[in-house]
């Protein structure tokens, strides 16, 4: 059960980055600088310096997806 529901979140998960991704084009290279300085905290053995840098990866990472939720909401249906 708990392997089911793991990877229900991973699904979830990769569909909102998708989601951020499609709306927000300039997200890669904020990403990518992020993970960089995550890789060079821990290549440097710093642990502490690590954590710092992932927890201002997933806050800007939360900001991320709620601003492209947002841009979503805010479009307008073209279906209609």
Known sequence: RLAS????????????????????????????????????????RDEYGAAEAMRRHLDQASASAVKAVQQLREKPNSES
Do not use: G, M, Y
């Open 5 to 44: 529901e793991i990877s229900r979140q991973a699904n979830l998960i990769q569909t909102v980055r998708e989601t951020v991704s499609d709306a927000l084009r300039d997200i890669h290279s904020t990403t990518l600088e992020d993970h960089l300085a995550i890789l060079d905290r821990l290549k440097h």
